[in-house]
T-cell receptor
């Protein structure tokens, strides 16, 4: 069965610093990959997705992620953190055997002034 | 214009009661989902419907009964509520079961006392 691992349940950065949130998946067949963001007391919002084609994908709010098949990774980055980026971030991977979206356990991003 | 809406946003009730949560999407999607998010933010799929037909039914107590009157609506009825049912319940939709890109509602925070 497909699984996804997010390293680090909490990440803290200073405003203006690089944001790096890690995500690894387990699959021999390249899946579809997603990053979602959840702001406090809100639903999940799609940040970006990888299906096929270019391995570097750009999303909303200046975030991007790179699909690396050899490392089975899909890490999320942003060059310069903003206070408004503070939220919970979820990596998700498609499971084509079950037609489910499998979510990681989430990473809480804190941004300090 | 809200894409996926849920009512109510908050629900506080006592053990043993029966309650319902409603979900509507105006995206024209064929597939809808119910997820449960626990206090540690872990997201677990409960059910999925495609064109009013149940396609995913996870290991969920049979006190939980989904119902899809049409493909734009998916309701969740819970009988004999227990303390462990306290969580945030999210509705989501996708174009098809294999589209994987899901759009989430704002969530319903259920508190059982």
């Amino acid at each position: 069965a497909q699984s996804v691992t997010q390293l680090g349940s909490h990440v803290s950065v200073s405003e203006g610093a690089l944001v790096l949130l890690r995500c690894n998946y387990s699959s021999s067949v390249p899946p579809y990959l997603f990053w979602y963001v959840q702001y406090p007391n809100q639903g999940l919002q799609l940040l970006l997705k990888y299906t096929t084609g270019a391995t570097l994908v750009k999303g909303i709010n200046g975030f991007e992620a790179e699909f690396k098949k050899s490392e089975t990774s899909f890490h999320l980055t942003k060059p310069s953190a903003h206070m408004s980026d503070a939220a919970e971030y979820f990596c998700a991977v498609s499971d084509r055997d079950t037609d489910k979206l499998i979510f990681g356990t989430g990473t809480r991003l804190q941004v300090f002034p | 214009d809200t894409a996926v809406s849920q009512t109510p946003k908050y629900l506080v009730t006592q053990m043993g009661n029966d309650k319902s949560i409603k979900c509507e999407q105006n995206l024209g999607h064929d597939t809808m989902y119910w997820y449960k998010q626990d206090s540690k933010k872990f997201l677990k799929i409960m059910f999925s419907y495609n064109n009013k037909e149940l396609i995913i039914n996870e290991t969920v107590p049979n006190r939980f009964s989904p119902k899809s009157p049409d493909k734009a609506h998916l309701n969740l009825h819970i009988n004999s509520l227990e303390l462990g049912d306290s969580a945030v319940y999210f509705c989501a939709s996708s174009q098809t079961p294999r589209a994987y890109e899901q759009y989430f509602g704002p969530g319903t925070r259920l508190t059982v006392t």
